[in-house]
């Protein structure tokens, strides 16, 4: 069974510059990357993801979460938001980008958990399932 605090990522990167991938840590929900600071914060039962930077341009933003995740699961996302013939239960793999939202199924417990998010304008969200990691990458490019 998967629980999930998302305020808590085990691992995160930031894309900043156009330079790779800057691994950083967070401390009580917050991180500060050269002038970028991001911010994660509860809210309502979801968690807000904050991003700011007074000069750097940043493109993405990756946060990663352990999960159970065997070959008894099953995952239903769909590749763009809309359904064009490539929707259906398989089994989770890494290159599988899920946008928005996605549902998993524990076939074994006949358990359902729902994934999804809520963005503000300008942003890109996608999930992928990596092994025992869930990567959310959180476009903020446009």
Same mark, same amino acid.
């Not at 995160?12 to 790779?20: N, P, S, T, V």
């Not at 700011?52 to 590749?79: E, N």
């Given at each position: 069974?998967? &629980?999930? #605090?998302?305020? @808590?990522?085990?691992?995160?990167?930031?894309?900043?510059?156009?330079? $790779?991938?800057?691994?950083?840590?967070?401390?009580?929900? $917050?991180? =500060?990357?050269?002038?970028?600071?991001? *911010?994660? !914060?509860?809210?309502?039962? /979801?968690? #807000?993801?904050? %991003?700011?930077?007074?000069?750097?341009? %940043?493109?993405?933003?990756?946060?990663?979460?352990?999960? +159970? @995740?065997? &070959?008894?699961? =099953?995952?239903?996302?769909?590749?763009?938001? =809309? /359904?064009?013939? *490539?929707?259906?239960?398989?089994?989770?793999?890494?290159?599988? +980008?899920?946008?928005?939202?996605?549902?998993?199924?524990? *076939?074994? %417990? !006949? =358990?359902? +958990? @729902?994934? /999804?998010?809520?963005? +503000?304008?300008?942003? $890109?969200?996608?999930?992928? $399932?990596? /092994?025992?990691?869930?990567?959310? #990458?959180?476009?903020?490019?446009?």
């Amino acid at each position: 069974m998967n &629980s999930f #605090d998302f305020s @808590c990522p085990v691992r995160a990167e930031i894309a900043i510059d156009g330079h $790779i991938n800057k691994p950083f840590s967070l401390s009580n929900g $917050i991180a =500060r990357v050269s002038d970028v600071i991001v *911010e994660l !914060k509860k809210n309502n039962g /979801g968690v #807000d993801v904050n %991003i700011t930077s007074s000069k750097s341009l %940043i493109s993405h933003l990756y946060l990663f979460y352990k999960i +159970q @995740c065997d &070959s008894s699961f =099953r995952v239903f996302g769909d590749a763009i938001e =809309r /359904g064009y013939g *490539e929707m259906g239960w398989e089994k989770p793999n890494n290159t599988h +980008q899920m946008f928005w939202y996605f549902f998993l199924h524990d *076939e074994t %417990i !006949k =358990r359902l +958990q @729902c994934f /999804g998010v809520k963005v +503000q304008l300008r942003s $890109i969200v996608s999930f992928k $399932i990596m /092994g025992n990691l869930l990567k959310v #990458d959180i476009n903020v490019q446009s």
